[in-house]
């Protein structure tokens, strides 16, 4: 599975971005699709998850309420929609791939800054 991520920018706080991701290849074999972010100096971690088939998401706390993940299997596609953005949001956000065997495939990454 090949996945690409767009809409990364400059903003600044208390305003909104959205995100994007397009797979391609094997996708039939996806099971979740997810963001991650890794800011300078931090580890990489989850921020939201969603499972292709039934939809289901999990988001991580310091993002609950502010961001929305979504998919559209029609389009092999992944979103996240992030609103009132914080300074500490600021990082490369990834998008994740997962199949039913656990492999998994990452993106390339897009930087989202966040002025104060």
């Known amino acids: 599975v090949q996945l690409v991520e767009s809409g990364g920018g400059l903003v600044q706080a208390g305003g909104s971005l959205r995100l994007s991701c397009a797979a391609s290849?094997?996708?039939?074999?996806?099971?979740?699709m997810g963001w991650y972010r890794q800011a300078p100096g931090k580890q990489r971690e989850l921020v939201a998850r969603?499972?292709?088939?039934?939809?289901?998401?999990n988001y991580a706390d310091s993002v609950k309420g502010r961001f929305t993940i979504s998919r559209d299997k029609t389009k092999n596609s992944m979103y996240l929609q992030m609103n009132s953005l914080k300074p500490e949001d600021t990082a490369v956000y990834y998008c994740?791939?997962?199949?039913?065997?656990?492999?998994?495939?990452w993106g390339q990454g897009t930087q989202v800054t966040v002025s104060s």
């Open positions: 969603i499972f292709r088939d039934s939809g289901t998401t």
């Open positions: 290849g094997s996708t039939f074999s996806i099971n979740a």
């Open positions: 994740n791939a997962v199949d039913w065997i656990g492999r998994g495939s």
